[in-house]
């Protein structure tokens, strides 16, 4: 079993900053690779970022690209989520999320964080 727990949300204004961390816990040998997920008031959930377990290999979606930075450190078992020029369309709850490949990361993660808000207002 994997335990993901969130951290970092917040209320903060247009063009503002925040830096999200996932902290992994319990079997985390079978996560090859984590990243985040958003849904915001009245929208679909949207993968929003991935990385590989190496942190190699990311992914970032065309909505928070050149924005948004992924990051890993596997000595801490924690992946972060770096928002720079954050903006209204950002609102959401963020949740970190886990697989053993990119096919179930994006599709159906094996494990969930329980979320952590982001509300950019303008």
């Known amino acids: 079993q994997v335990t993901l727990a969130e951290s970092g949300g917040g209320m903060v204004q247009v063009g503002a900053s925040l830096r999200l961390s996932c902290a992994a816990s319990?079997?985390?040998?079978?996560?090859?690779?984590m990243g985040w997920f958003r849904q915001g008031p009245e929208k679909e959930r949207e993968f929003v970022s991935g990385?590989?377990?190496?942190?190699?290999?990311?992914y970032a979606g065309d909505s928070v690209k050149g924005r948004f930075t992924i990051s890993r450190d596997n000595t801490k078992n924690t992946v972060y989520l770096q928002m720079n020029s954050l903006k209204p369309e950002d609102t959401a709850l963020y949740y970190c999320?886990?697989?053993?490949?990119?096919?179930?990361?994006?599709?159906?993660?094996?494990?969930w964080g329980q979320g952590t808000q982001v509300t950019v207002a303008s």
């Open positions: 999320a886990a697989a053993g490949n990119w096919y179930r990361l994006r599709n159906t993660p094996e494990y």
């Open positions: 319990g079997r985390t040998a079978s996560m090859s690779v």
């Open positions: 990385i590989s377990s190496s942190g190699t290999s990311t």
